[in-house]
């Protein structure tokens, strides 16, 4: 199946992720699902954890996923199974549905041609994706400290890790895009307020996700600056220029540099080697 077509999202109406009005929530009396995603998956129905098999997660997690008010069982099943004759791909889909219990169908609305989830089943990924995007409103300013920690924790998780489905590598990598963007933001945002410890917090789970990302050294190094903490930032320069030559035969750029010229009687260049010449 292309892979274009495979570009998930979740449901919003603007730029800055605003939810679509809800669908009804879980009949009266009875606890709705929960989907997790972010950090692996699990589902629970109420506070209760519902055991899945592995084909069935794969089903409820691509559903999860998909931007679609309703996705056809036709494009769950080809996704799924992509190398199986079409007659197959829909056997697999059929008995991976007939596996869910009815505490785990309950987090679908299963039809004749569609599935989808459930009234009042929720996803964490698309709650984190709201917080992402509110964050990268530039109308958004450092808010509530108890908030900004929490947007922290929930951008620090990597989707659905390992699962080497190409729709979920595919979702993953979206997600580490669009994570990274909004922490860097973020702390920029609390260096702005003065909020020097969130920031550096910030700063470091951009840098977790990924090491060689310069924006997200940066963010770090200047949080260390601005928290007159130069050793750090030294240090952090340090590590980050050690780790891009050993990994990419790379120096750091001029502008990462300038940070922390300066800051040592050697200028800011990565122990053990010259700074890089102009060719």
């Known amino acids: 199946m292309n892979g274009a077509a495979l570009r998930l999202r979740p449901p919003t109406t603007s730029q800055h992720g605003r939810g679509r009005a809800a669908r009804?929530?879980?009949?009266?009396?009875?606890?709705?699902a929960h989907i997790t995603v972010l950090g692996g998956f699990d589902l629970r129905v109420g506070q209760v954890p519902?055991?899945?098999?592995?084909?069935?997660?794969?089903?409820?997690?691509?559903?999860?996923?998909?931007?679609?008010?309703?996705?056809?069982?036709?494009l769950v099943a080809g996704t799924l199974w992509p190398e199986a004759p079409e007659h197959c791909a829909h056997a697999n889909f059929?008995?991976?549905?007939?596996?869910?219990?009815?505490?785990?169908?309950?987090?679908?609305?299963?039809?004749?041609?569609?599935?989808?989830?459930?009234?009042?089943?929720?996803?964490?990924l698309h709650h984190a994706r709201r917080i992402a995007h509110r964050i990268l409103d530039p109308d958004t300013a450092a808010g509530d400290p108890e908030r900004d920690l929490a947007a922290v924790d929930a951008l620090s998780v990597d989707l659905l890790p390992g699962?080497?489905?190409?729709?979920?590598?595919?979702?993953?990598?979206?997600?580490?895009q669009?994570?990274?963007h909004a922490l860097e933001r973020l702390a920029e945002q609390l260096i702005g307020a003065r909020r020097y410890a969130a920031a550096v917090a910030a700063a470091r789970a951009a840098v977790h996700a990924d090491p060689l990302r310069e924006s997200a050294q940066?963010?770090?190094?200047?949080?260390?600056?601005?928290?007159?903490?130069?050793?750090?930032?030294l240090d952090a320069f340090a590590r980050y220029g050690r780790r891009l030559r050993a990994e990419l035969g790379l120096d750091p750029t001029p502008d990462l540099r300038?940070?922390?010229?300066?800051?040592?009687?050697?200028?800011?260049?990565?122990p053990g080697h010259a700074p890089a010449t102009r060719r």
């Not at 940066?218 to 930032?233: F, K, M, V």
């Open 178 to 180: 669009l994570r990274l």
């Open 94 to 124: 059929r008995s991976a549905l007939a596996r869910l219990h009815s505490e785990g169908r309950r987090a679908l609305e299963i039809g004749p041609a569609e599935v989808r989830l459930a009234g009042g089943t929720s996803v964490d």
């Open 258 to 270: 300038q940070l922390v010229t300066g800051l040592s009687p050697g200028g800011a260049r990565c």
């Open 24 to 32: 009804p929530g879980a009949p009266s009396g009875r606890p709705g």
């Open 218 to 233: 940066s963010c770090l190094i200047q949080a260390h600056l601005a928290e007159r903490n130069p050793s750090e930032a």
């Open 50 to 74: 519902v055991a899945v098999p592995t084909g069935s997660q794969r089903v409820l997690a691509f559903v999860a996923l998909c931007c679609q008010a309703a996705v056809p069982r036709a």
């Open 163 to 176: 699962w080497y489905d190409d729709w979920a590598q595919l979702e993953a990598e979206d997600w580490r």
